[in-house]
């Protein structure tokens, strides 16, 4: 059984530099075409996507926010962390992790629950 | 950059009745990364379709999707109550997904 947990704060500070973890069992991230990623949902709005990383450590990440983001793996750890930095109010958002086995083409097959992250002073 | 546009972005239908959403993208994309979630209030997105047409595991048949080049669609054949949610596609072209803005399927 697959399963995804993201953990991290609930409230940043505007400017400060977001963290969260993703936490996942039922698959290991050193096979073959398999990715975990990062997408979020600000309230009432779409989904977008933030990031991901490959098993063998290639990184993508959305052109909007690249220069803000990082991801990182942990492989003995089932562990993915994503960093987002100099947060704003525009950053308020549920954000999921998601993995994306090798027989989706691309698609995100199973998604954690999401933590809601809150963006104010 | 790529852009999904949905429409419509509300459809109002009756249990028992067929649904169509729409997703057109603004150049085209491969079927092969397409796909399409179901987001229920609270949850996390679902996958639906994958391949612009393969249902993925566990999904019923009364999904379906179709397309190619700009154009997808999303049907339902026939309502169950547990599907008024909200329906996003996506492509993945180039590294980079793009999710569509979602279309709200609610009971009329």
């Known amino acids: 059984q697959i399963t995804l947990k993201e953990s991290g704060p609930t409230l940043v500070r505007p400017t ?4 969260l973890t993703c936490t996942f069992s039922g698959f290991t991230l050193s096979t073959s075409a398999v990715a975990v ?13 933030l990031a991901l990383v490959y098993w063998d450590d290639i990184k993508r990440y959305s ?4 220069s803000r983001l990082s991801i990182t793996k942990d492989t003995s750890k089932s562990q993915v962390v994503l960093t987002l930095a100099n947060v704003n109010p525009a950053d308020t958002a549920t954000y999921f992790c998601a993995h994306r086995p090798d027989y989706y083409d691309g698609a995100w097959g199973f998604w954690g629950l999401g933590t809601l992250v809150t963006v104010s002073s | 950059e790529i852009v999904l546009t949905q429409s419509p ?5 009756s249990p028992g009745e067929r649904a169509t959403l729409s997703c057109r993208a603004s150049q085209s994309v491969s079927s092969s990364h397409f796909a399409w979630y179901q987001q229920r209030p609270g949850q996390a997105p679902r996958l639906l379709i994958y391949g612009a047409f393969r249902r993925a595991t566990g999904i019923p048949d009364r999904f379906s999707g179709s397309g190619s080049g700009t154009d997808f669609t999303l049907t339902i054949s026939r309502l169950e109550p547990e599907d008024f949610a909200v329906y996003y596609c996506q492509d993945y072209g180039s590294s980079v997904y793009t999710f569509g803005q979602g279309t709200k399927l609610e009971i009329k």
Do not use: F, H, N, V
């Open chain 1, 63 to 66: 052109p909007s926010l690249q």
């Open chain 1, 37 to 49: 990623g990062w997408i979020r949902q600000p309230p009432g709005k779409a989904l977008e996507w």
């Open chain 2, 9 to 13: 972005g509300t459809l109002s239908l």
């Open chain 1, 16 to 19: 400060q530099t977001l963290t």
